[in-house]
């Protein structure tokens, strides 16, 4: 990903609210504040490609950015809108295939870098901050699964209710 790379501008008190340094100490906060680099992209830059290969993860910060999912006849389909707060990227590092979406930003932000190697640099440094920050990407997944797991329940229930009388789902 291009876009300009600025010293780590970001604080301790930014990294607070978001979920994925809940639990985190003072500490912890500070040392990520001062090792994570902080991205600047323009609107409308491609982030990264569904298929590319990948070992960092983003925190929006500031500004919106958009994850497209390919369909099979290739249009590309809007399957989240991500602002402050949000993260994405993260199955790369967990799972180490490539990238299952694409993302592009829509408007000014401001990115939050997390490396794998920033993720091994943790566990050195503190195991139980590590661990937290690893269960809070977990509780997020199992959160983003359950979404999944309802809207494909919906679609499904729709769809035999448009093509086969309710006397034969049973």
Known sequence: MSGNTLPAEVQPSELRPIGLFGGLTDENLQHLADTLQVLTPPPGQTLFREGDEGRDMFVVLEGEVEVLKRSRTGTDARVALLGPGDWFGEMSILDVQPRSA??????????????????????????????????????????????????????VADFLDSYLPSSRRR
């Open 102 to 155: 694409t993302v592009q930003g829509l408007a000014p932000a401001r990115l939050l870098r997390i490396r794998t190697q920033d993720l091994e640099a943790l566990y050195r440094q503190d195991i139980k901050a590590y661990s937290l920050v690893v269960l809070n990407l977990a509780r997020e997944l199992s959160r983003r699964l359950r979404v999944a797991d309802a809207m494909i329940a919906d679609f």
